[in-house]
């Protein structure tokens, strides 16, 4: 996440360790809870082969493996750091890695997240314009190529082969700020937060309800077509993990915009001991927000339990001659 508002990386004395340590125990509890759901739902992205080539579940499959490496990497340097004030483990590999999923993996979830609200538009109301190789080449894949490689291979660039001194310190998060943003001009500092960050969420509220609003204008319409059901699925699986982002990431972004506009003490008291922090839940939510959209949900699960019920009882045969 941006350094362009210091106070997300300067420790808050007036924070309560009971408070950090409460929010480490919540963290905590939601990746071991989360973790099992990422393996489940990849699973049943990947190794079905229909679920794995349609179309609408590609972006979707790269962003739960991009939160996944968020939510074991990334939060848990942070909430480490949180609770004991020093980076653990620490060394100039780790720092590296930990700067690069939080700008490069973590941007590229928001970036993917805005692709999936646009494309939504196409796949369920223009879904006959992709119908051939070519378009599908030119409309679903180099776009989603984009998105998911954009913010990842500049960050990559930024962090590991920009040409200026690391200095790494353990008593900062991240272990300090990149070095390239002593050295950038103003211009890639503003269009940093703007483009990376601040529009992408703003634009994901705004195609998303618009979304909706078409969905629930044309359903008539809909409902006489046979993909009417798919249609739907795929709207409910866009808003669900949109609303884990949006919930989450947009009182960080107003207080940011209130910030940027004249007043840059709005919102310095409660932003870095708590709204920036939640910027992390996303991660845990979206696996849930994706298996509340799978089809046949029940069966599925009822399939696991008895499988996993009927393995426990298989004992072995002794066989007496």
Same mark, same amino acid.
């Given at each position: 996440?941006?350094?362009?508002?210091?106070?997300?990386?300067?420790?808050?004395?007036?924070?309560?360790?009971?408070?950090?340590?409460?929010?480490?125990?919540?963290?905590?509890?939601?990746?071991?809870?989360?973790?099992?759901?990422?393996?489940?739902?990849?699973?049943?992205?990947?190794?079905?082969? !229909?679920?794995?080539?349609?179309?609408?579940?590609?972006?979707?499959?790269?962003?739960?493996?991009?939160?996944?490496?968020?939510?074991?990497?990334?939060?848990?340097?942070?909430?480490?750091?949180?609770?004991?004030?020093?980076?653990?483990?620490?060394?100039?590999?780790?720092?590296?890695?930990?700067?690069?999923?939080?700008?490069?993996?973590?941007?590229?979830? !928001?970036?993917?997240?805005?692709?999936?609200?646009?494309?939504?538009?196409?796949?369920?109301?223009?879904?006959?314009?992709?119908?051939?190789?070519?378009?599908? !080449?030119?409309?679903?894949?180099?776009?989603?190529?984009?998105?998911?490689?954009?913010?990842?291979?500049?960050?990559?660039?930024?962090?590991?082969?920009?040409?200026?001194?690391?200095?790494?310190?353990?008593?900062?998060?991240?272990?300090?700020?990149?070095?390239?943003?002593?050295?950038?001009?103003?211009?890639?500092?503003?269009?940093?937060?703007?483009?990376? +960050?601040?529009?992408?969420?703003?634009?994901?509220?705004?195609?998303?309800?618009?979304?909706?609003?078409?969905?629930?204008?044309?359903?008539?319409?809909?409902?006489?077509?046979?993909?009417?059901?798919?249609?739907?699925?795929?709207?409910?699986?866009?808003?669900?993990?949109?609303?884990?982002?949006?919930?989450?990431?947009?009182?960080?972004?107003? !207080?940011?915009?209130?910030?940027?506009?004249?007043?840059?003490?709005?919102?310095?008291?409660?932003?870095?001991? +708590?709204?920036?922090?939640?910027?992390?839940?996303?991660?845990?939510?979206?696996? +849930?927000?994706?298996?509340?959209?799978?089809?046949?949900?029940?069966?599925?699960?009822?399939?696991?339990?008895?499988?996993?019920?009927?393995?426990?009882?298989?004992?072995?045969?002794?066989?007496?001659?």
């Amino acid at each position: 996440m941006s350094d362009n508002f210091s106070n997300h990386n300067i420790i808050n004395d007036n924070v309560s360790r009971t408070w950090i340590k409460i929010e480490f125990s919540l963290f905590l509890i939601g990746q071991i809870v989360s973790i099992p759901c990422y393996i489940f739902v990849l699973y049943h992205f990947l190794a079905h082969k !229909i679920t794995r080539r349609a179309l609408h579940n590609h972006v979707i499959i790269i962003l739960l493996i991009y939160n996944f490496i968020d939510l074991t990497v990334d939060l848990s340097l942070t909430m480490t750091y949180s609770l004991f004030d020093i980076v653990s483990p620490f060394s100039p590999i780790v720092c590296l890695l930990w700067q690069f999923i939080d700008y490069g993996i973590w941007y590229g979830t !928001i970036s993917l997240m805005f692709w999936a609200s646009v494309e939504r538009h196409i796949l369920v109301f223009h879904s006959n314009i992709i119908r051939t190789k070519q378009r599908r !080449i030119i409309l679903h894949y180099i776009p989603l190529l984009f998105f998911s490689l954009y913010t990842p291979i500049l960050y990559f660039y930024l962090i590991f082969l920009y040409p200026c001194d690391h200095v790494f310190l353990s008593t900062h998060v991240r272990c300090g700020s990149l070095c390239y943003f002593y050295l950038a001009p103003i211009w890639f500092i503003y269009y940093d937060t703007l483009a990376h +960050y601040t529009m992408p969420i703003l634009l994901i509220t705004l195609f998303s309800s618009i979304l909706i609003l078409r969905f629930i204008k044309q359903k008539s319409r809909l409902k006489q077509a046979i993909k009417w059901r798919q249609c739907r699925k795929m709207i409910i699986q866009l808003s669900l993990v949109s609303i884990s982002y949006l919930v989450f990431d947009l009182p960080y972004i107003i !207080i940011v915009i209130v910030q940027s506009s004249g007043y840059p003490n709005f919102g310095s008291e409660i932003i870095t001991p +708590y709204i920036s922090h939640l910027v992390y839940v996303p991660p845990i939510v979206v696996p +849930y927000a994706t298996l509340l959209s799978l089809p046949r949900l029940k069966h599925k699960l009822r399939s696991l339990l008895i499988w996993k019920r009927n393995r426990r009882i298989i004992a072995p045969i002794t066989v007496v001659q």
